[in-house]
């Protein structure tokens, strides 16, 4: 077994190379997706994620080699259907799609007729076709204010500066409106049932959809009459079927979660700086029990909702529950239980050994009084008389 931490020749200067050094200095960065941007502000508490997605660290492959690989993720079947659907949302030119943004966002303004613009936005690399976005939406802008154009850009590629480096980002669309504003559309296929989807999947597309809301927003700024909206446009199948339905989703709180959370990441420096020199997260040069050290010398803040969303999230919940922490239980708990973080010290608590001087120790203790009291009454009731057994008729 090597040693820990392993002899480091040199000592990296820049923020740059001590990043380079936790991922291995041989491993190219993962490059951060609108997916993965959107997860680190659903959990803005956790340095670990902030610390491993700011470093360009693979966490599938860090997951695996510490023994708990990630299972989440959308199937193949799933992943077709999806690709059917949104074929099936932007064929005839855009034009499903155009009607959808027309009627549920701008139904006062002149709905788009059979001509709407579609420009290629075909170019080499995602330098390339990020550049050639930034030009078809100021074309669009003109030809929308100019002559009330429509113009639909399937998956055009956005830039946004992350920790010092460019993520680049891929929506389903953005729909340039007549006026100037831009709508970010969202192409999901799960079903929206009587006009309502599942709560947290609709989340998750709006914490999605918010990341490439920021990186339009710095376009945005550069042309005069361009407004990026803060309402976004879910389009998802009608009940049981494949036919479009959509629904507005106002995106403000998820912005400025994800604004502060990556603003947050431009300061993984100081987690770096705070860690062991020769740390590494490299699975190719590390045993499974130098990286399960690696892992921990960073803060997490795990919750359940990280099962859906992180890669380590299997590692994190092991850890978790071997160290006896509320958070295991779900973050209402946690927040819930203020100065007790562990469940044997909830537990102490309710039985009348915790502080007293915590108003979260007394209050629990008077809970499982009355629970206790409420059992204790329930068993001295008599059972309640069952109805009589009607007499067999023969
Ligand atoms: S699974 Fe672990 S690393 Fe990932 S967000 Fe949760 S606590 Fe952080």
């Avoid at 023994?67 to 074929?87: D, T």
């Avoid at 030119?93 to 075909?122: C, I, M, S």
């Amino acid at each position: 077994m090597s040693s820990y931490p392993p002899s480091s020749p040199a000592q990296p200067t820049t923020l740059r190379q001590r990043l380079a050094g936790l991922r291995g200095p041989a491993v190219p960065p993962r490059p951060l997706d609108a997916r993965a941007l959107a997860a680190l502000a659903a959990n803005p508490g956790c340095g670990r994620r902030a610390l491993l997605d700011g470093a360009g660290v693979d966490k599938t492959a860090l997951a695996t080699a510490l023994g708990s690989p990630a299972s989440f993720g959308q199937s193949q079947f799933a992943i077709v259907r999806g690709n059917s659907f949104e074929a099936k949302v932007k064929g005839d030119g855009g034009a499903e799609l155009l009607r959808l943004v027309h009627a549920h966002l701008a139904p006062t303004t002149e709905p788009p007729g059979p001509g709407a613009r579609v420009p290629d936005l075909t170019a080499a690399g995602p330098e390339g076709r990020a550049a050639r976005t930034a030009l078809a939406l100021r074309e669009a802008t003109a030809a929308g204010l100019d002559a009330g154009a429509w113009t639909l850009l399937d998956h055009p590629m956005l830039a946004l500066e992350v920790a010092g480096s460019p993520a680049y980002l891929e929506p389903d669309a953005v729909v340039v409106h007549p006026d100037g504003r831009w709508t970010v559309v969202e192409i999901k296929s799960f079903p929206m049932i009587d006009g309502a989807a599942d709560a947290a999947k609709v989340g998750a597309a709006a914490r999605q959809a918010a990341v490439y809301v920021l990186a339009l927003e710095k376009t945005a700024g550069k042309l005069p009459g361009a407004e990026v909206g803060h309402t976004v446009l879910l389009v998802c199948p009608k009940d049981f079927s494949n036919l479009p339905t959509a629904a507005p989703v106002d995106i403000r709180r998820e912005r400025s979660v994800t604004r502060r959370q990556l603003d947050r990441l431009t300061r993984v420096e100081e987690l770096a700086a705070a860690l062991p020199e020769g740390l590494s997260f490299d699975p190719a040069t590390r045993t499974a029990e130098e990286l399960d050290r690696a892992v921990s010398a960073v803060d997490a803040a795990y919750a359940p909702e990280c099962l859906a969303a992180c890669e380590l999230a299997f590692h994190c919940r092991d850890r978790a529950r071997s160290a006896d922490q509320v958070t295991a239980l779900g973050r209402s708990v946690r927040g819930e239980l203020g100065a007790l973080t562990t469940v044997e010290a909830a537990l102490a608590a309710a039985g009348g050994t915790g502080c007293a001087e915590d108003p979260t120790a007394a209050a629990l203790h008077r809970a499982a009084r009355l629970r206790a009291e409420a059992l204790d009454l329930a068993a001295a009731r008599p059972p309640h008389p069952s109805p009589e057994t009607p007499a067999c008729p023969c």
